[in-house]
Protein backbone atom coordinates (compact mmCIF):
# COMPACT_ATOMS: atom_id res chain seq x y z
CA UNK A 1 0.00 0.00 0.00
CA UNK A 2 1.44 3.66 -0.75
CA UNK A 3 1.95 5.78 2.13
CA UNK A 4 1.22 9.50 2.07
CA UNK A 5 2.75 11.26 -1.43
CA UNK A 6 3.97 14.69 -0.98
CA UNK A 7 5.56 17.30 -3.08
CA UNK A 8 7.91 19.49 -3.79
CA UNK A 9 10.10 18.12 -0.99
CA UNK A 10 12.24 21.56 -0.80
CA UNK A 11 11.21 24.97 -1.77
CA UNK A 12 13.25 28.29 -1.16
CA UNK A 13 11.25 31.22 -1.57
CA UNK A 14 11.74 35.14 -0.76
CA UNK A 15 9.86 36.37 1.91
CA UNK A 16 6.22 37.77 0.15
CA UNK A 17 6.63 35.57 -2.30
CA UNK A 18 3.90 32.48 -2.86
CA UNK A 19 3.91 29.09 -2.94
CA UNK A 20 1.90 25.72 -3.04
CA UNK A 21 2.77 22.60 -1.33
CA UNK A 22 0.45 19.21 -2.84
CA UNK A 23 -0.61 15.65 -1.01
CA UNK A 24 -1.95 12.81 -1.70
CA UNK A 25 -3.55 11.12 0.76
CA UNK A 26 -3.17 6.71 1.41
CA UNK A 27 -6.11 5.68 -1.01
CA UNK A 28 -9.68 5.33 0.83
CA UNK A 29 -8.40 7.74 3.72
CA UNK A 30 -11.35 10.27 4.10
CA UNK A 31 -9.36 12.47 6.64
CA UNK A 32 -6.17 14.68 5.91
CA UNK A 33 -4.60 16.86 8.08
CA UNK A 34 -2.14 19.68 7.21
CA UNK A 35 0.69 20.46 10.31
CA UNK A 36 3.16 23.18 10.17
CA UNK A 37 6.69 21.90 11.86
CA UNK A 38 8.73 24.41 12.87
CA UNK A 39 12.26 23.20 13.80
CA UNK A 40 13.00 22.34 17.67
CA UNK A 41 8.71 21.66 17.91
CA UNK A 42 5.89 19.34 17.77
CA UNK A 43 3.82 19.53 14.83
CA UNK A 44 1.09 21.94 14.97
CA UNK A 45 -2.45 21.09 13.09
CA UNK A 46 -3.04 23.86 10.47
CA UNK A 47 -6.31 22.24 8.98
CA UNK A 48 -8.36 19.13 9.34
CA UNK A 49 -10.65 17.98 6.24
CA UNK A 50 -12.97 15.08 5.69
CA UNK A 51 -13.82 14.07 2.13
CA UNK A 52 -14.00 17.82 0.79
CA UNK A 53 -15.17 19.50 3.82
CA UNK A 54 -13.40 21.34 6.74
CA UNK A 55 -13.09 19.87 9.84
CA UNK A 56 -11.03 22.37 11.62
CA UNK A 57 -8.91 25.10 10.76
CA UNK A 58 -8.75 27.60 13.96
CA UNK A 59 -4.85 27.62 13.79
CA UNK A 60 -4.52 28.05 9.96
CA UNK A 61 -3.39 31.89 9.44
CA UNK A 62 -6.28 32.62 7.27
CA UNK A 63 -5.02 35.72 5.90
CA UNK A 64 -1.92 34.18 4.22
CA UNK A 65 -2.36 30.18 4.12
CA UNK A 66 -5.40 28.47 2.08
CA UNK A 67 -6.18 24.80 1.10
CA UNK A 68 -8.34 22.93 -0.29
CA UNK A 69 -9.67 19.29 -1.47
CA UNK A 70 -11.83 19.73 -4.00
CA UNK A 71 -12.24 16.30 -4.90
CA UNK A 72 -11.81 14.82 -1.45
CA UNK A 73 -9.10 13.15 -2.80
CA UNK A 74 -5.71 15.60 -2.81
CA UNK A 75 -5.23 18.42 -0.89
CA UNK A 76 -3.52 21.42 -1.88
CA UNK A 77 -2.02 24.01 0.96
CA UNK A 78 -0.99 27.71 -0.05
CA UNK A 79 0.63 30.45 1.25
CA UNK A 80 0.35 33.94 -0.25
CA UNK A 81 2.68 36.23 1.40
CA UNK A 82 5.14 33.99 2.81
CA UNK A 83 6.53 35.33 5.85
CA UNK A 84 10.21 34.85 7.17
CA UNK A 85 8.42 32.92 10.04
CA UNK A 86 6.89 30.37 7.53
CA UNK A 87 10.19 28.70 7.10
CA UNK A 88 9.01 25.17 8.31
CA UNK A 89 8.62 21.35 7.12
CA UNK A 90 4.79 21.43 5.87
CA UNK A 91 3.64 17.78 7.15
CA UNK A 92 0.21 16.16 5.32
CA UNK A 93 -0.68 13.55 7.23
CA UNK A 94 -4.03 11.02 6.49
CA UNK A 95 -6.08 8.77 8.48
CA UNK A 96 -9.24 6.20 8.08
CA UNK A 97 -12.47 7.13 9.98
CA UNK A 98 -13.55 3.86 11.96
CA UNK A 99 -9.66 2.55 11.97
CA UNK A 100 -8.47 3.74 15.02
CA UNK A 101 -7.19 7.34 16.02
CA UNK A 102 -3.70 6.29 13.80
CA UNK A 103 -2.18 8.76 11.69
CA UNK A 104 -0.05 8.24 8.63
CA UNK A 105 2.34 11.25 7.93
CA UNK A 106 4.28 12.24 4.65
CA UNK A 107 7.36 12.75 3.77
CA UNK A 108 7.04 16.69 4.17
CA UNK A 109 7.94 19.75 2.44
CA UNK A 110 10.50 21.55 3.89
CA UNK A 111 9.91 25.55 3.51
CA UNK A 112 12.59 27.86 3.77
CA UNK A 113 11.36 31.77 3.61
CA UNK A 114 14.84 34.32 2.90
CA UNK B 1 -5.02 26.63 25.66
CA UNK B 2 -4.29 22.48 25.66
CA UNK B 3 -0.68 22.25 26.80
CA UNK B 4 1.36 19.32 26.46
CA UNK B 5 4.86 19.23 27.80
CA UNK B 6 7.88 16.93 27.46
CA UNK B 7 11.55 17.52 28.19
CA UNK B 8 13.62 18.44 25.37
CA UNK B 9 16.40 16.71 26.39
CA UNK B 10 18.64 15.52 24.88
CA UNK B 11 18.32 12.64 27.04
CA UNK B 12 21.64 10.28 26.78
CA UNK B 13 21.22 6.59 27.89
CA UNK B 14 24.30 3.82 27.08
CA UNK B 15 23.25 1.09 24.47
CA UNK B 16 21.66 -1.45 26.61
CA UNK B 17 20.13 0.71 29.06
CA UNK B 18 16.35 1.24 29.80
CA UNK B 19 15.14 5.02 27.99
CA UNK B 20 12.26 6.86 30.04
CA UNK B 21 10.51 9.24 28.19
CA UNK B 22 7.73 11.63 30.09
CA UNK B 23 4.95 13.91 28.91
CA UNK B 24 2.44 15.48 31.13
CA UNK B 25 -0.37 17.01 29.58
CA UNK B 26 -2.98 20.12 30.83
CA UNK B 27 -6.61 18.51 29.35
CA UNK B 28 -7.88 16.52 31.93
CA UNK B 29 -10.48 15.42 29.91
CA UNK B 30 -8.28 13.88 27.31
CA UNK B 31 -8.60 10.55 26.70
CA UNK B 32 -6.05 9.07 23.90
CA UNK B 33 -2.39 8.98 24.17
CA UNK B 34 0.14 8.33 21.55
CA UNK B 35 4.09 7.98 21.21
CA UNK B 36 5.88 9.06 17.68
CA UNK B 37 9.24 8.80 16.53
CA UNK B 38 10.83 11.00 14.39
CA UNK B 39 14.33 10.59 13.12
CA UNK B 40 16.16 13.51 11.76
CA UNK B 41 14.81 15.18 8.70
CA UNK B 42 11.97 12.46 8.47
CA UNK B 43 8.50 12.26 9.31
CA UNK B 44 6.48 11.24 12.40
CA UNK B 45 5.50 7.68 12.38
CA UNK B 46 3.63 6.12 15.19
CA UNK B 47 5.11 4.00 18.26
CA UNK B 48 1.98 3.13 20.54
CA UNK B 49 -0.93 4.37 21.79
CA UNK B 50 -2.56 4.00 24.80
CA UNK B 51 -6.13 4.72 26.20
CA UNK B 52 -6.33 3.08 29.76
CA UNK B 53 -4.69 3.38 32.50
CA UNK B 54 -1.71 1.72 33.71
CA UNK B 55 0.74 -0.04 31.24
CA UNK B 56 0.79 -1.28 27.75
CA UNK B 57 3.44 -3.47 26.07
CA UNK B 58 4.86 -3.70 22.50
CA UNK B 59 8.16 -5.44 22.41
CA UNK B 60 10.72 -3.18 23.80
CA UNK B 61 8.65 -0.22 24.05
CA UNK B 62 6.21 0.04 27.11
CA UNK B 63 3.85 2.98 27.54
CA UNK B 64 2.52 4.05 31.04
CA UNK B 65 -0.69 5.82 31.50
CA UNK B 66 -1.72 8.18 35.03
CA UNK B 67 -4.80 9.85 34.14
CA UNK B 68 -5.09 10.99 37.76
CA UNK B 69 -1.47 13.26 37.38
CA UNK B 70 -2.20 13.61 34.22
CA UNK B 71 1.00 11.95 33.12
CA UNK B 72 1.91 9.54 29.93
CA UNK B 73 6.02 7.78 29.72
CA UNK B 74 7.37 5.54 27.65
CA UNK B 75 10.16 3.45 28.45
CA UNK B 76 12.36 1.87 25.74
CA UNK B 77 14.32 -1.12 26.68
CA UNK B 78 17.71 -2.48 25.90
CA UNK B 79 18.29 0.82 23.96
CA UNK B 80 19.67 0.53 20.36
CA UNK B 81 21.92 3.29 18.76
CA UNK B 82 18.80 3.18 16.09
CA UNK B 83 16.53 4.11 18.57
CA UNK B 84 18.38 7.70 18.49
CA UNK B 85 15.24 10.11 17.56
CA UNK B 86 13.05 12.54 18.75
CA UNK B 87 9.75 10.83 20.65
CA UNK B 88 6.90 13.20 20.16
CA UNK B 89 3.90 12.65 22.43
CA UNK B 90 0.08 13.60 21.37
CA UNK B 91 -2.84 14.09 23.56
CA UNK B 92 -6.01 13.92 22.06
CA UNK B 93 -8.54 15.88 24.21
CA UNK B 94 -11.57 15.00 25.39
CA UNK B 95 -14.05 17.07 23.76
CA UNK B 96 -15.22 15.24 20.67
CA UNK B 97 -13.63 16.48 17.28
CA UNK B 98 -10.94 17.59 18.65
CA UNK B 99 -7.40 17.33 17.62
CA UNK B 100 -3.81 16.00 18.63
CA UNK B 101 -2.08 18.52 20.12
CA UNK B 102 1.41 17.23 19.72
CA UNK B 103 4.49 18.26 22.45
CA UNK B 104 7.59 19.68 21.50
CA UNK B 105 9.62 16.04 21.69
CA UNK B 106 12.28 14.62 23.67
CA UNK B 107 15.76 14.14 21.84
CA UNK B 108 17.20 10.89 22.77
CA UNK B 109 20.53 9.51 22.08
CA UNK B 110 21.80 6.03 22.84
CA UNK B 111 25.23 5.82 22.90
CA UNK B 112 26.86 2.57 21.75
Known amino acids: EAGVAQSPRYKIIEKRQSVAFWCNPI?????LYWYQQILGQGPKLLIQ????????DSQLPKDRFSAERLKGVDSTLKIQPAKLEDSAVYLCASRQPGQGETQYFGPGTRLLVL | QKEVEQNSGPLSVPEGAIASLNCTYSDRGSQSFFWYRQYSGKSPELIMFIYSNGDKEDGRFTAQLNKASQYVSLLIRDSQPSDSATYLC????????????FGPGTRLSVLP
Open chain 1, 27 to 31: SGHAT
Open chain 2, 90 to 101: AVKPGNYGQNFV
Open chain 1, 49 to 56: FQNNGVVD
